[in-house]
């Protein structure tokens, strides 16, 4: 069962939704204007936002906004829907904070497909590597995402052991074991050199991402290659 947030000020369209979400088990709460529905969000924190574009009193992405600028709120996915279906009006919704779009009408069918992808998309955000413990892909676009629309000055440190590939041909344990002393290396050069508001992603395999204070961006580097060194 999941928690769902349906925005729209057209009752029957709300009404249908509700209805067959709750029919699957799901809990449903309503908001018909746009300016209740970010203080019921932050009320109620639903698993699912389902956002109208256009509502009578302002616009949906007035409200996505918000959600994606919140630290305890940016990381729901938002499924837009609306009768503008034209390819710049869905990329306008993605870049104001939409994970999937539909155009009214859909089926009940599009409406199952697109929120499988989100729970997929939850799912992923909420992924850590259980070797690393660092978070997915996914978790760090979010919060490249959150940091973008607070308006936050950062810097992104992309981190790659170089000819992982060819040492691996020698040693065959060689990927689990260096990927692990990466990321050790990682966590040793944020703790010990005071680097405060990171967030670490792990790509697979050698392949780590970092986010760091803009201030940082210079230090950070040579930090963790010193940390590295030391293992």
Request: hydrophobic share 40%.
């Amino acid at each position: 069962m999941a928690r769902f947030m349906v925005i729209d000020d057209d009752e029957q369209i709300v009404q249908l939704l509700e209805i067959k979400l709750k029919r699957e088990g799901h809990e449903v709460f309503k908001c018909y204007e746009a300016r209740q529905a970010f203080s019921l969000v932050k009320e109620i924190i639903p698993e699912v936002v389902i956002l109208d574009v256009l509502l009578h009193d302002g616009l949906g992405y007035e409200i996505s906004r918000k959600i994606r600028r919140d630290p305890e709120l940016y990381k729901i996915p938002i499924l837009f829907h609306s009768v503008a279906g034209e390819d710049r009006d869905v990329a306008h919704a993605m870049e104001e904070g939409g994970d999937a779009y539909l155009v009214k009408p859909y089926s009940s069918k599009q409406l199952d497909v697109r929120l499988g992808e989100l729970q997929l998309l939850a799912d992923r955000i909420k992924h850590q590597c259980p070797r690393t413990r660092f978070h997915s892909i996914e978790a760090m676009r979010r919060e490249v995402d959150h940091r973008l629309f607070r308006g936050e000055d950062f810097a992104l440190c992309y981190v790659f052991v170089d000819g992982l590939t060819a040492y691996r041909k020698v040693h065959a344990r060689a990927l689990e074991d260096i990927t692990l002393s990466t990321a050790c290396a990682v966590r040793d050069a944020i703790t010990n050199g005071g680097f405060y508001e990171t967030f670490c992603a792990h790509l697979g395999g050698g392949y780590f991402m970092i986010v760091v204070h803009t201030d940082d961006r210079k230090r950070f580097p040579t930090v963790l290659q010193d940390s590295f060194h030391l293992r």
